[in-house]
């Protein structure tokens, strides 16, 4: 089973549903362009937007590392925490009135896997770097 498509897949819902709320509320409150100074729309643009953001580079990264055969436990981690970080933030933020605990949490875990992606995908690249010129010297 490959990890990186299913948790692409099951984001990828998740940003249509996103998606879908942006769309819908600006039909109904006639806003064209924009938030229109309207404070529900700027929250579904926001959860939206920073989804668009942060989701790209860290399914990037989860994909190179899977490419690299990196620990199949590690690369599903990543994607749980990935999607887990991003239905608490976009439910925070687009489906609620209030900055919930839910906000927090989600871009602290995100923010988290930027870190530890990166740095496996540091690892992995010196890794290979150094088995490329071990074998080309």
Excluded at 89 to 110: D, N
Aim: glycine content about 12%; charged content about 10%.
């Amino acid at each position: 089973m490959m990890v990186t498509p299913l948790y692409a897949g099951l984001l990828a819902l998740w940003y249509l549903v996103l998606s879908i709320r942006v769309v819908q509320y600006r039909g109904a409150a006639k806003i064209g362009l924009g938030d229109g100074g309207n404070i529900s729309m700027l929250r579904r643009i926001r959860a939206h937007a920073n989804f668009a953001e942060h989701v790209p580079l860290i399914l990037l990264m989860i994909g190179y590392l899977e490419v690299s055969r990196f620990s199949i436990y590690i690369l599903h981690a990543l994607g749980a925490s990935l999607l887990v970080a991003r239905l608490l933030h976009g439910i925070a933020l687009s489906f609620t009135q209030k900055w919930l605990p839910g906000r927090m949490f989600g871009a602290g875990i995100t923010f988290a896997l930027l870190l530890i992606a990166g740095v496996l995908c540091v690892y992995q690249g010196i890794q290979g770097h150094l088995a490329w010129y071990g074998t080309h010297v």
